[in-house]
């Protein structure tokens, strides 16, 4: 399980949480959770902490931190994944 404590304001981080690969981000007032999967070449995208950005290493599309389409091949932005904090700080899928 991933707690939100493990996520600090502006970063991301690649979790398994109910046994899918997500890409979360804490913007420091919501977490936000996407597919790690790129729509245009089904890899897995990483964090890249420099540019706080989702980078695509296949082909090269990279999405802003809260998933929005930054730069292509990609025609669309991450998919988005509503989520849950429970009382000891745990995301949950809803």
Same mark, same amino acid.
């Given at each position: 399980? %991933?707690?939100?404590?493990?996520?600090?304001?502006?970063?991301?981080?690649?979790?398994?949480?109910?046994?899918?690969? &997500? %890409?979360?981000?804490?913007?420091?007032?919501?977490?936000?959770?996407?597919?790690?999967? +790129?729509?245009?070449?089904? +890899?897995?995208?990483?964090?890249?902490? %420099?540019?706080?950005?989702?980078? +695509?290493?296949?082909?090269?599309?990279?999405?802003? %931190?809260?998933?929005? &389409?930054?730069?292509?091949?990609?025609?669309?932005?991450?998919?988005?994944?509503?989520?849950?904090?429970?009382?000891?700080?745990?995301?949950?899928?809803?």
């Amino acid at each position: 399980m %991933a707690r939100i404590s493990e996520i600090p304001e502006g970063d991301g981080k690649i979790v398994k949480i109910d046994g899918k690969l &997500l %890409a979360i981000y804490n913007d420091g007032e919501k977490i936000k959770v996407f597919s790690t999967i +790129c729509p245009h070449a089904r +890899c897995d995208v990483e964090w890249n902490d %420099a540019e706080k950005t989702w980078d +695509c290493p296949c082909h090269g599309s990279r999405f802003e %931190a809260a998933g929005k &389409l930054l730069k292509g091949p990609a025609q669309t932005g991450l998919e988005e994944f509503e989520v849950k904090i429970d009382e000891n700080g745990e995301i949950k899928l809803f």
